[in-house]
């Protein structure tokens, strides 16, 4: 009882640093107000792959990027709040690479965010990226399925994380050519149960070229998913704009 008297009455008093300028701050989330304002906002986009386009006005009309209206990818739309830059780069190379797992809810947060206003028409499932078992015991956990559980929860979505494997460990992507990211990827997935899903998001933390996606995208529908969105935190910026 005295404990929870002294947390109610104290804890207002020793405020806890911002992740990213380690000022005082009380937000629950751990990122001062002003970070959170600076957090790269992804405003204008592709509608399908959701690549940001170079200009910084908001999205009027729903354009489609050169990539998709040439061979339109196996998902039907994109829902990434964010562009991977500085400093949202840093909090999320942080969770994959150092595994501090308390920026999970923040980044999460803000995807429900751009999310909550869309009350109906929402996928029956959300199907993390899978990692390949051996990389998974390397790192210990999937920052895409940690972040993923948060979401479906406030979102009141089921999350199927045994519906889909990775067959293959997957050598970093990272400096590879488009091509050959394509060649890594080829049949890197399988859908490993029968399932009756017309409607599913997948979700991932940062889609960089879209192959990843796209690859697990085709598994899901051959095996008879009509409709799959891509679902995740962040996008990189498209290098030719
Ligand atoms: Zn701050
Ligand atoms: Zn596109």
Redesign the pocket.
């Given at each position: 009882m005295i404990y929870n008297w002294l947390k109610n009455n104290l804890s207002g008093l020793f405020s806890k640093q911002?992740l990213?300028?380690l000022?005082p701050?009380n937000n629950k989330h751990l990122?001062?107000s002003?970070?959170e304002r600076d957090l790269p906002e992804n405003k204008s986009y592709c509608i399908i792959c959701a690549i940001p386009f170079a200009t910084t006005q908001p999205t009027q009309a729903s354009l489609i990027c050169g990539k998709c209206q040439k061979s339109p990818p196996f998902y039907t739309t994109s829902l990434i709040p964010h562009i991977y830059t500085s400093p949202l780069k840093q909090l999320i190379s942080n969770l994959k690479f150092q595994g501090n797992l308390t920026h999970a809810p923040l980044l999460a947060q803000n995807f429900i965010r751009s999310i909550e206003h869309r009350k109906n028409n929402l996928p029956e499932c959300i199907i993390p990226v899978p990692l390949h078992p051996q990389r998974l015991r390397e790192r210990g956990f999937n920052q895409a399925l940690e972040l993923a559980r948060i979401i479906a929860r406030k979102l009141n979505i089921p999350l199927d994380y045994a519906l889909c494997q990775r067959n293959k460990a997957t050598p970093f992507q990272s400096g590879l050519s488009a091509k050959q990211r394509k060649q890594n990827l080829k049949n890197a997935f399988c859908v490993t149960k029968n399932h009756s899903y017309k409607h599913v998001a997948i979700f991932d933390d940062v889609v960089t070229t879209g192959t990843t996606v796209n690859e697990l995208a085709r598994q899901l529908k051959q095996s008879g998913v009509e409709t799959i969105e891509v679902w995740a935190i962040a996008r990189t910026p498209n290098k030719n704009n």
């Open positions: 911002c990213l300028c000022s701050t990122l001062c002003d970070c």
